[in-house]
């Protein structure tokens, strides 16, 4: 079945200080890929998503491209701040036959940024 | 206006005993969802509800049962509670429409079974 591999954490990090969490899948067909953010005590939120090979998802700095050849869909932002301590969840979007859509997500990685 | 909104926000309990979670939705989406998310933080989908159908069960045992009387609203029963359930139970909704991706989740309900 599908599934979504992440890189254990935690990752510490200094601010300002360049940021790669790792994502690969195993997917039938060609799934939109997701990383959602899960801040200390809340509800996941999208962060950004890609739904074809070679899109590139970026919000609040973060980016992350598409690659089918190696299936991958590696989170990174190029300064990190204190506030971006969270954990990072990637995701795949399986689509039943019926259109009804079902989420697969890796077992997240912790951020902690120190100042 | 909270969008998708979950009562209570902790809820401990002792095994055996039964316990509702509710959530609500103002979003006017067509589709909900339970998450569970465990002590490692591993999220795995439970159900999922369309237009007050269900359409995903991901063999969750018997003892939970989702009810959703109308579309704003999915909520979990759990019966005869045990140990393992603990956790920090998670709603979601998304719109029907199959172009967008977003699941907007709520705040979490972390359940403590003793």
């Known amino acids: 079945g599908d599934s979504v591999t992440q890189m254990e954490g935690p990752v510490t990090l200094s601010e300002e200080a360049f940021l790669t969490i790792n994502c690969t899948y195993t997917?039938?067909?060609?799934?939109?890929l997701f990383w959602y953010v899960q801040y200390p005590g809340e509800g996941l939120q999208l962060l950004l998503k890609?739904?074809?090979?070679?899109d590139k998802g970026s919000n609040k700095g973060f980016e992350a491209t598409y690659r089918k050849e190696t299936t991958s869909f590696h989170l990174e932002k190029g300064s990190v701040q204190v506030s971006d301590s969270a954990v990072y969840f990637c995701a795949l979007r399986h689509r039943r036959n019926t259109g009804f859509q079902k989420l697969v997500f890796g077992t997240g990685t912790r951020l902690l940024v120190s100042p | 206006d909270t969008a998708v909104s979950q009562t209570p926000k902790y809820l401990v309990t002792q095994m055996g005993n039964d316990k509702s979670i509710k959530c609500e939705q103002n979003l006017g989406h067509d589709t909900m969802y339970w998450y569970k998310q465990d002590s490692k933080k591993f999220l795995k989908i439970m159900f999922s509800?369309?237009?007050?159908?269900?359409?995903i069960n991901e063999t969750v045992p018997n003892r939970f049962s989702p009810k959703s009387p109308d579309k704003a609203h999915l909520n979990l029963h759990i019966n005869s509670l045990e140990l393992g359930d603990s956790a920090v139970y998670f709603c979601?909704?998304?719109?029907?429409?199959?172009?967008?991706?977003?699941?907007?989740f709520g705040p979490g309900t972390r359940l403590t079974v003793t």
């Open positions: 890609a739904t074809k090979a070679d």
């Open positions: 509800y369309n237009n007050k159908e269900l359409i």
């Open positions: 997917a039938t067909g060609y799934p939109s």
């Open positions: 979601a909704s998304r719109p029907s429409d199959r172009d967008r991706d977003e699941q907007y």
